[in-house]
C-alpha cells in the first residue's frame, strides 16, 4: 500500500576466507557494546617494582587501571583492574632525578608556596610519589579520581590484600 513503510530486510554479504567455505554475514546484528561499571570484569594485579623505572611502570599501571588491555575498553567507564604494588622503596630513577624536578603546591596564604623533590616524597611515603605521578598519567575529572582509588602501594614485598586472592603479573612482557 502507498504509505506504508515496510521493515528493511537484513542484508546478507558473503564473502569467501577458503575456496572450500563461504561465510555470510547478517549486517543487521551487529551492535557496539559499551561496557558499564556494573558489567565489567575486575581483578586484582600484584606489580613488583623493584629495579623497575618510576615513570615507565606507572605507565603500564596507568592503562590497567584504565582497562586499555582489555577487548571491552569503555573511555568513559570504569572497566579496569584493581593493582597492588610491592617493593615501592626500591623504584629507580635515572641521573638526577631524585633532586632536580620539583613539585609546587600552594596553600593559598601568603608565603605558602612549598616545592618538593621526588626524594622527599619518597621519604614521607611512597605512596604519594606514586599518586602524584599515576595522578598525571589518569584522566583529569572524576572517572581519574576514582581510579587512583584503585591502587595499592606498599614499601616492602609483603602486602595486606591476600584476602582478595591477587594474580602476579610481569610488567615488562606488557607494553
Known sequence: MIGELEEPAPREISFCINP?????????????????????????????????????LCSV?????????????????DCGDNVIIINADKIELTGNKWDTPSYLTFSGYPGGQRTFSPRDFQNKSS????????K????????????????????????????????????????
Not at 605512596?127 to 599515576?134: A, I, M, P, Q, T
Open 61 to 77: 599501571v596507568a592503562k590497567i587501571l584504565r582497562g586499555k588491555y582489555k577487548p571491552c575498553f569503555t573511555p568513559h567507564a
Open 136 to 175: 598525571g598519567m589518569l584522566p583529569k575529572n572524576k572517572l581519574g579520581a576514582e581510579l587512583l582509588t584503585h591502587v595499592r602501594v606498599f614499601d616492602g614485598p609483603d602486602h595486606t590484600m591476600e584476602g582478595v586472592q591477587p594474580r602476579k603479573i610481569d610488567i615488562n612482557t606488557l607494553k
Open 20 to 56: 572450500n567455505q563461504t561465510i555470510s554475514v547478517n549486517t543487521l546484528s551487529y551492535k557496539t557494546q559499551s561496557a558499564t561499571k556494573e558489567s565489567a570484569q575486575k581483578e586484582w594485579l600484584v606489580v613488583d617494582a623493584e629495579g623497575q623505572r618510576l615513570g615507565r
Open 127 to 134: 605512596r604519594k610519589l606514586f599518586e602524584k605521578v599515576l
